[in-house]
């Protein structure tokens, strides 16, 4: 709820980012020795209701901001597929 609760307290943008491909939880020699396809991918600003001061407000925030990450992950999935066809 970092994001979420950050955005609703400052009124700062947020825009959702999805990050693939990195050596995160590879084995040392593997990470280092083998070269990884990094993708980033960033989404259109997210509007966040900053007017609702109810007790639900930051789990829909965060929901919201979830949604949209989720929905980047499932674009470069699609795009994946598309890319490189299994066989």
């Known amino acids: 709820m970092g994001v979420a609760m950050m955005a609703l307290k400052t009124g700062v943008p ?5 990050l693939d491909g990195t050596t995160r939880g590879k084995e040392i020699a593997p990470a ?3 070269p990884n396809r990094v993708t980033l991918r ?3 600003r997210i509007e ?3 007017t609702d001061k109810s007790k639900e407000a930051l789990p829909k925030a965060t929901k919201a901001i979830q949604a949209a990450v989720e929905e980047l992950r499932q ?10 066809p299994a066989d």
């Not at 674009?75 to 490189?84: A, K």
């Open 75 to 84: 674009r470069e999935i699609e795009l994946n597929r598309s890319t490189f």
């Open 42 to 44: 960033f989404g259109p």
């Open 48 to 50: 966040l209701d900053r």
């Open 32 to 34: 280092v020795l083998h």
């Open 14 to 18: 947020v825009y959702p980012a999805y």
